[in-house]
């Protein structure tokens, strides 16, 4: 159900304050990716109001907020200077689409195999390029057109009005809530330097947001293979960012809010706000942790505060430009330095030495591809070293005890679980040149996870055939049981039905009680 204010705050005022602060730190960010993208300011900013007001209202994660992102601005680099801007708003549309067929398919539930080092590092890494990405507001252009570092008064000006507003932010809670803290030291530092006539750099030196409402148009690109083939690598990638970075940040801020996230819900709604971003002239977006945790910060829980952020964003450009255009750089450089302090987990260099290596190796890792390259890969690289560091583990916990009956039978009690990384193990605890003529192996604490545990099971099979003796497997778990029979057409050995090679199944007694019970008159 569409639940405008979170019942958490009930309160209107908290999340619309809420919602103008976030306006305000979106405003620079969407002007610099869309710098990066090699698009014009407004496309960015469009990008930023549409998407933002579409995932308010249809997401996943009340409370969470989305837009231009420079994780995909990197992307569109190569395509906007190779094919122009209206290749781009093909892409996003595209990319869209795809977004959608993944939530129809509910892919977004898969976020949930992502370890919570990988989560660690994302959380880090995207922290240390939040700071950095503010280390171009303390960079001047010369007299040639090149930037170079501030240095003397403006530096220091610069960096006293950005300590001033993390002091507001710091302690303002301390003595009143009745206004975002990370508002009130923007409105503070803006009058200041007005009132001063500060000489620091403002909203406006960096582009001037004033403009029209977005007009629906559709991008104008050949309709043909060619276009299709050009376009959908850059959506395939933009897709997978945007939805990783969305749904990584729905966890973060559903842990925050102890409140629980709609994965496939979200999916749905970030392809639906950039189907229509790409046909309203935009650069398409996905969720935005540093906005994210100051709408969280600030207090803003429901729906509405997004939707306030997007309107608010939308106002700044039809009717507020000359006003915003004056806010001093330098306090959304402190808002979002207390976002980068928020949000990174300086609890994880507490733990790096009590936590198991691997895990410590790979936090550092997804931090590291997060800053070096980029989100998507950071995390693909977590989940795969972390699943390659459990199947190592797990393939060293096979083992058997062995005991012999009273009939001269020998039992092989497995224990652990029988997939590709534990095959090599297994095979060498069994002795088929001098175990007894009839051999019983007990899976009652063991699996059988995939494929190449059958072909291990087969090639036992074999091994104990040659040397004329027989085996039994007994209590396979029916969940066992299903996929040998699934997989009798792929292995040599039929362990199932196929008596040629002495192999007896022994079943566990309530599958035989199934299997002995009379089937029904269907007659």
């Known amino acids: 159900m569409f639940q405008l204010v979170s019942k958490a705050s009930a309160n209107a005022r908290v999340d619309i304050l809420s919602g103008l602060t976030v306006a305000l730190a979106l405003v620079p960010e969407a002007v610099a990716f869309a710098f990066v993208a090699g698009v014009h300011p407004l496309v960015g900013l469009y990008a930023a109001f549409m998407v933002g007001l579409i995932t308010a209202c249809l997401g996943g994660r009340p409370g969470m907020i989305s837009g231009a992102t420079g994780a995909l601005a990197v992307v569109m680099v190569t395509l906007v200077a190779d094919h122009g801007v209206e290749y781009l708003f093909a892409t996003v549309v595209l990319m869209g689409i795809i977004q959608i067929i993944a939530g129809a398919l509910h892919l977004g539930k898969f976020i949930r195999l992502v370890p919570y080092p990988v989560m660690l590092g994302f959380v880090n890494g995207l922290a240390i390029v939040i700071f950095l990405a503010q280390?171009?507001?303390?960079?001047?252009?010369?007299?040639?057109?090149?930037?170079?570092?501030?240095?003397?008064?403006?530096?220091?000006?610069?960096?006293?009005?950005?300590?001033?507003?993390?002091?507001?932010?710091?302690?303002?809670?301390?003595?009143?809530n009745?206004?975002?803290?990370?508002?009130?030291?923007?409105?503070?530092?803006?009058?200041?330097?007005?009132?001063?006539?500060?000489?620091?750099?403002?909203?406006?030196?960096?582009?001037?947001?004033?403009?029209?409402?977005?007009?629906?148009?559709?991008?104008?690109?050949?309709?043909?293979?060619e276009t299709l083939w050009i376009i959908l690598p850059y959506s395939i990638i933009l897709a997978a960012i945007g939805l990783i970075e969305s749904l990584l940040t729905l966890?973060?801020?559903?842990?925050?809010?102890?409140?629980?996230?709609?994965?496939?819900?979200?999916?749905?709604?970030?392809?639906?706000?950039?189907?229509?971003?790409?046909?309203?002239?935009?650069?398409?977006?996905?969720?935005?942790?540093?906005?994210?945790?100051?709408?969280?910060?600030?207090?803003?829980?429901?729906?509405?505060?997004?939707?306030?952020?997007?309107?608010?964003?939308?106002?700044?450009?039809?009717?507020?430009s000359p006003l915003i255009e004056q806010i001093p750089l330098a306090a959304l450089v402190g808002v979002m330095f207390m976002v980068v302090v928020g949000t990174f987990e300086?609890?994880?260099?507490?733990?790096?030495?009590?936590?198991?290596?691997?895990?410590?190796?790979?936090?550092?890792?997804?931090?590291?591809?997060?800053?070096?390259?980029?989100?998507?890969?950071?995390?693909?690289v977590g989940v795969i070293v972390s699943a390659l560091a459990f199947?190592?583990?797990?393939?060293?916990r096979i083992d058997v005890t062995t005991k012999m009956l009273p009939n001269g039978s020998k039992v092989y009690q497995l224990h652990g679980p029988l997939f590709f990384g534990s095959i090599a193990s297994f095979k060498e605890l069994f002795d088929p040149k001098n175990d007894p003529d009839d051999v019983v192996i007990d899976f009652v604490e063991s699996r059988v996870w995939d494929h190449s545990g059958l072909e291990a099971i087969d090639s036992l099979a074999e091994r104990y055939l040659k040397a004329g003796k027989q085996l039994?497997?007994?209590?396979?778990?029916?969940?066992?049981?299903?996929?040998?029979?699934?997989?009798?057409?792929?292995?040599?050995?039929?362990?199932?039905?196929?008596?040629?090679?002495?192999?007896?199944?022994?079943?566990?007694?309530?599958i035989m009680q199934k299997k002995d019970q009379p089937k029904p008159d269907t007659a």
């Open 472 to 510: 039994h497997l007994r209590h396979l778990s029916p969940d066992c049981t299903r996929l040998l029979e699934k997989a009798s057409g792929m292995v040599e050995i039929n362990v199932i039905e196929d008596p040629m090679y002495g192999l007896v199944v022994d079943y566990p007694e309530e």
């Open 135 to 176: 280390m171009g507001q303390f960079k001047v252009e010369d007299a040639s057109g090149s930037q170079q570092w501030m240095t003397g008064e403006p530096l220091y000006l610069m960096l006293g009005l950005v300590a001033l507003t993390m002091a507001i932010i710091k302690y303002l809670p301390k003595f009143t």
């Open 346 to 380: 300086w609890s994880s260099f507490r733990i790096l030495n009590k936590i198991p290596r691997t895990d410590a190796f790979v936090l550092i890792l997804v931090s590291g591809v997060t800053v070096a390259s980029d989100l998507a890969i950071a995390v693909v």
């Open 391 to 396: 199947a190592w583990k797990a393939a060293k």
């Open 251 to 320: 966890t973060l801020v559903a842990e925050l809010t102890e409140t629980h996230g709609r994965a496939s819900k979200e999916c749905m709604a970030q392809g639906t706000a950039n189907v229509v971003t790409g046909f309203f002239g935009g650069m398409g977006g996905c969720a935005m942790i540093g906005q994210s945790m100051i709408n969280v910060n600030s207090g803003g829980r429901g729906r509405l505060a997004g939707i306030a952020a997007a309107l608010f964003l939308l106002s700044f450009i039809l009717f507020a």
């Open 178 to 225: 009745l206004i975002p803290a990370p508002l009130a030291a923007i409105v503070v530092i803006s009058v200041i330097a007005i009132a001063f006539g500060l000489d620091t750099r403002t909203v406006g030196d960096m582009a001037h947001i004033a403009g029209g409402l977005p007009e629906f148009h559709i991008p104008a690109v050949p309709l043909t293979l």
